[in-house]
């Protein structure tokens, strides 16, 4: 029997290829495999449901089960591949060996703690949130409580802020700690990131900004963020949001090109590995890795493409990033490179920021509050990701 096409992962990277693929392909085997439950979800959604106060399953669009039938997979969940031979085509799970024809690495990012976490706090009262199974669990914790959870939230990145907009929204005490003096030090200058702390602050979120957390103990029932200042803030649960690092380990260990930034490919998504490719958080696609959905999902386009014969390179557009903090939204599109100055205009929290050249060209943009209504018109002047 032909070995089939073998997706790994079964987030929007690999689920959104199986569907693409299907459409092109009815009749060919494709197998799925995932480590986690498998089911259909969009993972922006996870930062969005405490304010709604929407139950796991409310995001679950379809069960794996459902999937498989939907599409014709084989869908294996709960089950993590060891290693990689691309020499034999094979992939390892535990003794078995799995031959597959050609193999789509979607497996991801993973969430970068800080600190280490003791496993008997882990999923318990110090969570990550960066899947469907991760919101389950978290979710699970507050609710026990059956009041309003005081929450310490460490890292004012995307996925920090919003969960702390989204937690406050819920009605939970919130307080959000970072070294950066501003939250989305990556994505916004600095006179943005203190226009939305400002916001945050006024929605009652308890900002500890320019500190880092040095130890995290607990008595029982409370929890303590030792800070470096030298104060603590006590809570019931913990959600760390440091920030991601691509899965790479499968793919590096097996000798295919890789770095901090993913498994390397080329514009047709291609690794260094004949007959395997990159998708998504993982890859690192032509020097870039957006780990954002409008890249994701324009590589999963161009490589259904390929995968059924019309062999096609992607192209990124000047997609800019919206962040989901309802209090002050936000919208940047960050220059790939420094700026020759940033041109910032506005009042109060409604800001817009112009990056540009020496030549005064546009680079990049960031928007706050009202501005964000600008996101069309500048996204349309600005350069491409990728041309
Ligand atoms: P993942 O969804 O992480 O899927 C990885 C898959 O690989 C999983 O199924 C996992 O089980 C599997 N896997 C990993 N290792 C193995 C193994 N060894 N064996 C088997 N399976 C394995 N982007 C936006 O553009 N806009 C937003 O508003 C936005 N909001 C976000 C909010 C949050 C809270 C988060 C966390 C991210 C957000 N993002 C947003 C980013 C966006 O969601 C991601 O870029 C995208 O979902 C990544 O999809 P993926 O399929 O590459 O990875």
Same mark, same amino acid.
Request: with cysteine; charged share 20%; aromatic share 4%.
């Given at each position: @029997?032909?070995? +089939?096409?073998?997706?790994?992962?079964s987030? @929007?990277a690999?689920?959104g290829l199986?569907r693409?693929?299907?459409? !092109?392909?009815p009749g060919?085997?494709i197998?799925?495999i995932t480590a986690d439950?498998?089911?259909?979800y969009?993972?922006p959604?996870?930062?969005?449901g405490f304010?709604?106060r929407?139950?796991?399953?409310?995001?679950a669009t379809r069960?794996?089960l459902a999937?498989?039938?939907?599409l014709q997979?084989?869908?294996r969940t709960?089950t993590r591949?060891e290693?990689?031979?691309p020499?034999a085509?094979?992939?390892?799970?535990?003794?078995e060996?799995?031959?597959?024809?050609?193999?789509v690495?979607a497996?991801?990012a993973?969430?970068q +703690?800080?600190f280490?976490?003791?496993?008997?706090?882990?999923h318990?009262?110090?969570?990550t949130?960066?899947d #469907?199974?991760d919101y389950?669990?978290?979710?699970?914790a507050l609710?026990?409580?059956?009041?309003?959870?005081?929450?310490?939230?460490?890292?004012?990145?995307l996925?920090?802020?919003?969960?702390?907009?989204? =937690?406050?929204a819920g009605?939970?005490?919130?307080?959000?700690v970072?070294p950066?003096?501003?939250?989305l030090?990556?994505?916004? +200058?600095?006179?943005?990131g203190?226009a939305?702390?400002?916001e945050?602050?006024?929605?009652g979120?308890?900002?500890?900004?320019g500190r880092s957390v040095?130890?995290?103990?607990?008595?029982?029932s409370?929890?303590? =963020?030792a800070?470096?200042?030298?104060?603590g803030?006590d809570?019931?649960?913990?959600l760390?949001?440091?920030?991601l690092?691509p899965r790479r380990e499968l793919a590096h260990?097996?000798?295919?090109e890789?770095?901090?930034a993913?498994?390397?490919?080329? !514009?047709q998504l291609?690794?260094?590995a004949?007959?395997i490719y990159?998708?998504?958080?993982?890859?690192c696609?032509?020097g870039i890795?957006? @780990?954002?959905?409008? +890249? #994701?999902?324009a590589?999963?386009?161009?490589?259904?493409?390929?995968?059924?014969?019309?062999?096609?390179?992607?192209r990124?557009g000047?997609?800019?990033?919206?962040?989901?903090?309802?209090?002050c939204?936000v919208?940047?599109?960050?220059?790939?490179?420094?700026?020759?100055?940033?041109?910032?205009?506005?009042?109060?929290?409604?800001?817009?920021a112009?990056?540009e050249?020496?030549?005064?060209?546009l @680079?990049g943009?960031?928007?706050?509050?009202?501005?964000?209504?600008?996101?069309v018109e500048?996204a349309?002047?600005a350069?491409?990701?990728?041309?």
């Amino acid at each position: @029997m032909n070995a +089939p096409l073998t997706i790994l992962g079964s987030g @929007m990277a690999g689920l959104g290829l199986a569907r693409q693929l299907r459409a !092109r392909q009815p009749g060919r085997p494709i197998t799925l495999i995932t480590a986690d439950g498998g089911d259909e979800y969009a993972k922006p959604l996870l930062s969005t449901g405490f304010a709604k106060r929407l139950a796991p399953g409310a995001l679950a669009t379809r069960s794996a089960l459902a999937v498989a039938d939907e599409l014709q997979l084989v869908v294996r969940t709960y089950t993590r591949v060891e290693a990689l031979d691309p020499a034999a085509r094979e992939l390892h799970i535990g003794a078995e060996r799995l031959a597959y024809s050609e193999l789509v690495i979607a497996t991801g990012a993973a969430p970068q +703690p800080p600190f280490a976490i003791d496993a008997a706090l882990r999923h318990r009262r110090v969570f990550t949130i960066n899947d #469907l199974d991760d919101y389950r669990a978290f979710h699970a914790a507050l609710t026990a409580l059956e009041r309003p959870a005081r929450v310490a939230i460490v890292g004012a990145g995307l996925v920090g802020c919003e969960y702390a907009n989204d =937690l406050a929204a819920g009605g939970h005490g919130v307080a959000l700690v970072a070294p950066e003096s501003a939250p989305l030090a990556r994505l916004l +200058p600095e006179p943005l990131g203190r226009a939305l702390a400002g916001e945050l602050a006024a929605a009652g979120i308890d900002l500890h900004l320019g500190r880092s957390v040095t130890a995290l103990a607990h008595d029982g029932s409370d929890l303590r =963020l030792a800070l470096d200042d030298g104060h603590g803030l006590d809570a019931d649960l913990v959600l760390v949001a440091t920030g991601l690092a691509p899965r790479r380990e499968l793919a590096h260990a097996a000798g295919l090109e890789t770095s901090a930034a993913g498994i390397h490919t080329d !514009r047709q998504l291609r690794t260094s590995a004949p007959g395997i490719y990159a998708l998504g958080d993982v890859a690192c696609v032509d020097g870039i890795n957006a @780990m954002y959905v409008q +890249p #994701l999902q324009a590589s999963v386009k161009a490589l259904a493409a390929t995968l059924a014969g019309t062999p096609s390179a992607v192209r990124y557009g000047p997609w800019p990033v919206i962040v989901k903090t309802p209090c002050c939204p936000v919208v940047a599109l960050p220059p790939r490179t420094a700026p020759a100055r940033w041109r910032i205009e506005g009042q109060g929290s409604d800001l817009t920021a112009l990056a540009e050249d020496e030549n005064e060209r546009l @680079m990049g943009f960031a928007l706050t509050g009202a501005c964000v209504r600008r996101k069309v018109e500048l996204a349309r002047a600005a350069p491409a990701l990728l041309i």
